[in-house]
């Protein structure tokens, strides 16, 4: 159903995005559509009350309420010193109120600021009319990069159009990296499979290559997914192939020393023993991973670079990628994170699912499973809500006797809970990697958009603490992610900085975190993502922030700037201050919730994987305890962390679950 707003609640927004990014004169030489250019231009205020469609009925009362504060002329006294409204106030007073709530010590405030600041970046520098976006002149960003189109995935999925029932021998709820797996598998043995998505099938020229548009299209809640606390962004994959169509195709396998750790700890002995490295080389060649692929781009070049001059270790990222970038920004897109429009990326889409369908399986997208059915101890299928256009919901109850969850670590907890399955352990130690960007400026162009987007990696840093550390890698910064991690202090600052995104390369921090979060269920049965960074964890990521700033400064960059709400830049030649004295200070700053910008792309655990019924909710065959047939094959069974990117880890578990029941 369309979210809809009072007059003067949208008027309260549209006023707070023009405070965001207001039209300004153009400095001396500067591009006058750019610095003129308005979130209206783009109807933003718009695009953000229909984003918020796609979430909770309590994040959009949240959100009401949100724009009711601003819409109050109490607060306009309280916060602005003066009777009227937000948006009847001039611009440098609107700007000093968001300053407040950015650094307010009232997370709440905190939240509204930076719910308002992210959508409101992220849609107007990565929206398109007609292809273009006047805010993309000064760095040269071309937005679709103009890949050839490979040809569409030949699969059909099933159409719904009224309430049905199902009947097959497995029912698989989610096609990612564990999901599409498990279809592939079960359907080439000879099973009668069906396999539900919650998100839209697209393939080929349906990846456009347009930032907001394909983040919109198959992340999770539109790409506006967050923690309760509004403290971590979450990227996950909604669409058919799951986070292995959108992610950036890094290929890692799991550490040895977390193996050892679930076999030591949980009571999973396959970890260390042949099972588990069978399962992990079929999954290496089922999505041909491999190092012929990975050609650094600039910023991995200075990455690569700067690890090298410090004496620290820098691998080669092996891919699961074919005939992909030679030339870095020529051959090249950079795109991965939209879908892979030429076909080079080998994610379940065009394998594991692709197999699936050539063998019959019958594949249903749209389709967001509710519960699970079971009677006596038994899995009996699943209930599922499709939404088709205009709004309309139509129910499917597939019957099956074995039920695969891999919905992810934040949806199949999620389904468990709202079918009446009770363990402590489910919903419980959400593990998240925890990810932040440092950013160089440099003197060289580095378009960090364009080009093998991670391709090196340095690992130095892994066991900084027993087991538990962090790595540095390269993320694409295309301008609407970009630009909602940018620290905004003022409508100018914010956009001449944004002006100079070609001169930037990022350097993201991963943390192995050790205390997890958890997944809870709110009154209408929505997953609520409960998440705080512990102090052992946040030490780890300030560690590696000040190892990312050490390898900017040893590549060339002349000034480094750190993910924090308010402006934090280090400017290497010019600074009166050493940058070990300045980094000496960086425990001050504030490391709360909305006090900077924290990631997570990796979600994990929630439905621990182990031999202890008491802490383990799902055995070590994958069977969730008490009910035969019933399954879990995704991330949600890591029992802790996997330290590294984890989609071949999650793989590798998937595989070992799948064919263990057949």
């Not at 927004?13 to 500067?30: K, M, N, S, V």
């Not at 959508?119 to 398109?128: A, D, I, N, Q, R």
């Not at 269920?521 to 960074?533: A, E």
């Amino acid at each position: 159903m369309a979210f809809e707003v009072t007059p003067a609640q949208r008027a309260a927004l549209e006023a707070a995005c023009e405070t965001l990014i207001p039209a300004l004169q153009a400095p001396e030489g500067g591009d006058k559509a750019y610095w003129a250019a308005t979130p209206a231009d783009f109807n933003v205020p718009q695009q953000i009350l229909d984003l918020m469609e796609a979430q909770s009925p309590a994040e959009q009362q949240e959100f009401r309420q949100l724009l009711g504060l601003l819409d109050s002329k109490i607060a306009g006294l309280w916060f602005g010193g003066s009777w009227a409204k937000f948006r009847e106030m001039p611009l440098e007073r609107r700007v000093e109120i968001l300053k407040k709530w950015m650094g307010s010590r009232f997370n709440l405030l905190r939240k509204a600021y930076g719910t308002l600041k992210k959508l409101t970046m992220f849609l107007h520098y990565g929206s398109h009319q007609n292809h273009q976006n006047p805010t993309w002149g000064p760095n040269g960003y071309s937005g679709a990069f103009g890949s050839v189109a490979g040809p569409k995935a030949r699969i059909k999925p099933l159409q719904i159009t009224q309430d049905t029932e199902l009947t097959c021998d497995v029912v698989i709820v989610g096609s990612g990296a564990g999901g599409g797996l498990a279809a592939g598998l079960l359907a080439e043995s000879g099973l009668d499979v069906i396999l539900l998505e919650k998100g839209p099938f697209l393939s080929g020229e349906e990846f456009t290559e347009h930032e907001a548009e394909m983040i919109r299209k198959t992340y999770d809640k539109q790409g506006a997914f967050q923690t309760k606390d509004g403290g971590v962004t979450i990227f996950a994959g909604s669409c058919l192939g799951g986070g292995t169509t959108i992610n950036w195709t890094g290929a890692f396998e799991t550490p040895d020393y977390v193996l050892e750790e679930w076999a030591k700890d949980h009571g999973l002995a396959f970890a260390t023993k042949d099972e588990y490295r069978k399962s992990m080389d079929r999954v290496n060649a089922d999505f041909h991973v491999n190092t012929q692929n990975s050609p650094h781009n600039p910023q991995n070049q200075a990455l690569w670079r700067g690890s090298e001059k410090l004496g620290e270790r820098v691998e080669v990222i092996a891919r699961n990628v074919e005939g992909c970038a030679l030339h870095p920004g020529t051959d090249s897109c950079g795109y991965c994170g939209m879908g892979c429009r030429r076909g080079n990326k080998r994610g379940t889409l065009s394998t594991y699912i692709q197999r699936a369908a050539d063998k019959g399986a019958r594949i249903v997208v749209g389709a967001e499973v509710k519960t699970v059915m079971t009677a006596q101890g038994q899995a009996q299928g699943v209930k599922a809500a499709v939404n088709l256009e205009g709004g309309k919901q139509v129910n499917v109850t597939v019957k099956a006797k074995r039920v695969v969850l891999a919905a992810g670590s934040i949806h199949t907890p999620a389904i468990l809970m709202r079918s009446g399955i009770q363990h402590g352990g489910i919903g419980q130690n959400l593990f998240f990697h925890p990810t932040v960007g440092v950013t160089g400026t440099y003197d060289a162009p580095m378009n960090p958009w364009l080009g093998v987007m991670m391709s090196a990696v340095n690992k130095e840093h892994l066991q900084m603490d027993g087991n538990y550390g962090f790595w540095v890698e390269t993320p694409p910064l295309h301008p609407g992610v970009g630009a909602m991690s940018l620290a905004w202090e003022t409508p100018g600052r914010h956009k001449s900085t944004l002006a100079t995104a070609s001169h930037m390369a990022a350097f993201i921090v991963l943390t192995r975190d050790k205390f997890g979060g958890r997944v809870l269920l709110d009154k209408d049965g929505f997953p609520v993502v409960d998440y705080r960074l512990a102090d052992y964890d946040r030490n780890h990521m300030l560690t590696g922030m000040k190892k990312a700033f050490e390898i900017h400064r040893a590549a060339g960059a002349n000034e480094i700037t750190f993910p924090h709400a308010t402006p934090r830049t280090y400017k290497v030649k010019t600074s009166k201050m050493s940058a070990e004295a300045w980094l000496g200070n960086m425990h001050t700053w504030g490391w709360k919730a909305n006090q900077f910008a924290l990631f997570t792309a990796h979600q994990m655990g929630t439905c621990a994987m182990g031999s202890d019924a008491a802490r383990h909710p799902v055995d070590p065959s994958g069977q969730v305890r008490g009910f035969k047939g019933l399954y879990v094959a995704d991330g949600s069974l890591m029992p802790t962390s996997a330290g590294i990117n984890p989609m071949m880890s999650i793989m590798a578990l998937a595989d070992f679950v799948i064919r263990g029941m057949l």
